[in-house]
């Protein structure tokens, strides 16, 4: 399986910190991307990275790539309660034919 | 614009039973897919659509089957229900597939089979 795993599992943090979460995945890759998952909702998309960039900013988001550790790190700062959710790392690999395998997840609580 | 509309939300199905799960995009994606979601496994490929008229199976196919007579539609059917295809499923879309582009997914839908 190409799946990627996503570390730590669960993370809980206070309001107004930064949550890391991060992602290895086993293949060379085109891109890696980061989706969010509410409760009970579909996946939104936050951000994709080129395996050919180190480091990619939206707003509060940072993605950073080390493609020669196969790994790559999500950096929410300052979160909100908002920010409550699985967030998962997908990656599209390279003779995968525009296919994304997805990691395992981490779930995000954020506490007021 | 709707984006990625699935239907139903859930659904219960006996074993043995078949099933189809709907899934429509107005976005004119050529790109569409569906995804299992089960606990601690991720999101994992059951087939995928490169255009009307073209599918291809992904990592888990086995139980399942599609088509894509129109570019807006892409079904799901569950031949003879299992307990084992207990999960969540998404439908998504995109352009050009995941090569540099968003990917939109429906909301899911909710499948037990008992």
């Known amino acids: 399986s190409q799946q990627g795993e996503e570390d730590p599992q669960a993370l809980s943090i206070q309001e107004g910190e930064n949550a890391t979460m991060n992602c290895s995945y086993k293949?060379?890759?085109?891109?890696l991307q980061w989706y969010r998952q509410n409760s009970g909702r579909g996946l939104v998309h936050l951000i994709l990275?080129?395996?050919?960039?180190r480091e990619k900013h939206s707003g509060r988001l940072r993605v950073t790539l080390d493609t020669s550790k196969k790994s790559s790190s999500l950096l929410i700062t300052a979160s909100r309660a908002a920010d409550t959710a699985s967030y998962f790392c997908?990656?599209?690999?390279?003779?995968?034919?525009?296919?994304?395998?997805f990691g395992t997840g981490t779930q995000l609580k954020v506490e007021l | 614009n709707a984006g990625v509309t699935q239907t139903p939300k859930f659904q219960v199905l006996k074993t043995g039973q078949s099933m189809t799960l709907q899934c429509a995009q107005d976005?004119?994606?050529?790109?569409m897919s569906w995804y299992r979601q089960d606990p601690g496994m991720g999101l994992r490929l059951i087939h995928y659509?490169?255009?009307?008229?073209?599918?291809d199976q992904g990592e888990v196919p086995n139980g399942y089957n599609v088509s894509r007579s129109t570019t807006e539609d892409f079904p799901l059917r569950l031949l003879s229900a299992a307990p084992s295809q207990t999960s969540v499923y998404f439908c998504?879309?995109?352009?050009?597939?995941?090569?540099?582009?968003?990917?939109?997914f429906g909301e899911g839908s909710w499948l037990t089979v008992v």
């Open positions: 293949t060379s890759i085109n891109n």
């Open positions: 998504a879309s995109s352009n050009q597939g995941a090569r540099g582009n968003t990917i939109y």
């Open positions: 990275i080129r395996s050919n960039e």
């Open positions: 997908a990656t599209e690999w390279r003779g995968g034919g525009n296919k994304l395998t």
């Open positions: 659509s490169v255009g009307a008229g073209i599918t």
């Open positions: 976005m004119n994606h050529e790109y």
